[in-house]
């Protein structure tokens, strides 16, 4: 092999391992936060945590749009917890941990959130903190804003998440929202979605989660409608290779807080 055949090989193997990682860095990552709690004064340390000190740090390093949303709770009465979830979107895997190295050393966040930091264990500021970490879709690679123009409150935001009975079928199931288009019907018909993602660390596996976003409860019953309705989703639902790849739905209705970027 002559020199220069020699150089150019060099050449092109060095492009390749760049544009691998520049596509490697498009993909989003995610971590969505989920606080369980019991009483009132657990959601107000929280509320005050989240919009005073962990928000504006978040922002601070660089992330400008994060989700906080609460349930949509019919009937007080049968409410046996309190929930909040945050959203998170980061730009690597990496990203979650280096998030809490910055939070260490910003003296700001330590002294806005001193309340909920500093909570003795007799009046900790939560029941149980969950985490999920997600890799993001591959035809859907970063997350979106809804387009909506209805006040929070009245909001309905659709989070699902599907698990599967083994991870091959979990696979078939990602398969179908990006090769099968699932994703673009969404799109079509107007869903608003924020994210499709891969949970890669959660307490329910294998399984894959998604948000969509609506005006109102009227507003989202009339785009599944039409969803259900649809030609394609007719055609894709009944294809065989993709049966049998969901063996639970699990659909929690929140809207965001009044603080909330998304």
């Not at 990006?178 to 079509?188: C, S, T, V, Y």
């Not at 394609?232 to 929690?252: C, F, G, I, R």
Request: hydrophobic share 40%; with cysteine; proline share 4%.
């Amino acid at each position: 092999m002559s020199q220069r055949i020699k150089i150019s090989c060099l050449f092109l193997l060095v492009l390749l391992s760049n544009v691998f990682a520049v596509n490697a860095s498009k993909i989003d990552f995610y971590q969505i936060k989920i606080y369980h709690l019991k009483t009132d004064a657990q959601e107000k340390t929280v509320d005050d945590y989240l919009q005073k000190a962990y928000l504006p740090a978040l922002h601070r390093c660089g992330i400008a749009k994060v989700g906080v949303f609460k349930p949509i709770v019919g009937d007080q009465a049968l409410v046996t917890e309190k929930l909040i979830y945050v959203f998170i979107p980061l730009q690597s895997l990496n990203g979650i941990l280096e998030l809490d190295k910055k939070l260490a050393k910003d003296k700001k966040y330590a002294a806005d959130g001193k309340t909920y930091l500093d909570a003795v264990f007799t009046e900790a500021p939560f029941e149980r903190l969950e985490s999920i970490v997600l890799k993001a879709f591959e035809d859907a690679p970063h997350f979106m804003l809804p387009n909506l123009k209805s006040p929070m409150k009245e909001r309905v935001y659709e989070l699902r998440s599907y698990e599967a009975p083994t991870e091959k079928y979990f696979q078939n199931k990602v398969q179908m929202f990006n090769k099968g288009d699932e994703i673009g019907l969404f799109k079509r018909l107007n869903f608003n979605a924020v994210f499709y993602g891969e949970v890669i660390a959660g307490s329910r596996m294998p399984n894959l989660m998604y948000l969509t976003t609506f005006e109102n409860k009227t507003d989202r019953d009339a785009h599944w409608k039409a969803f259900s309705a649809d030609d394609y989703w007719k055609k894709l639902s009944a294809m065989p290779e993709y049966q049998h790849n969901v063996s639970k739905n699990d659909t929690k209705f929140v809207y965001p807080t009044d603080y909330s970027d998304i």
